[in-house]
């Protein structure tokens, strides 16, 4: 299986950023699509962003277009969040996760394995 560890969570003052990032291990992840979901206390895993594994599709929730940059770094076998002016709405646990197939997807559902999560904590 696809072990993946998340960190670079922490406390940040609104209008901070922060740079996630997640590892994988394990079974190769060359061809696997990425995604980075958070949760809210008491809700369900919501997308964050996403990835394609060619690169050639992102998608972002539309309360962090402009913000949030998801990337990867195939040499080290690593996913990132790239998290700019981040206001107390941002306040959550974030996960990565990733799917076999390539292709682009939004729902939790359809991702296979999944990270720990970083507790990402914005202050007024």
């Known amino acids: 299986q696809v072990q993946l560890v998340e960190s670079g969570g922490g406390l940040v003052q609104a209008g901070g950023s922060l740079r996630l990032s997640c590892v994988a291990s394990?079974?190769?992840?060359?061809?696997?699509?990425m995604g980075w979901f958070r949760q809210y206390p008491g809700k369900e895993r919501e997308i964050v962003a996403a990835?394609?594994?060619?690169?050639?599709?992102?998608y972002y929730t539309n309360s962090v277009k402009g913000r949030f940059t998801i990337s990867k770094d195939n040499s080290k076998n690593t996913v990132y969040l790239q998290m700019n002016s981040l206001n107390p709405d941002d306040t959550a646990v974030y996960y990565c996760a990733s799917r076999q197939n390539g292709g682009l997807r939004t729902d939790n559902r359809e991702y296979d394995y999944w990270g720990q999560g970083t507790q990402v904590t914005v202050s007024s």
């Open positions: 990835m394609s594994w060619s690169g050639g599709a992102t």
């Open positions: 394990g079974r190769t992840i060359s061809g696997y699509a």
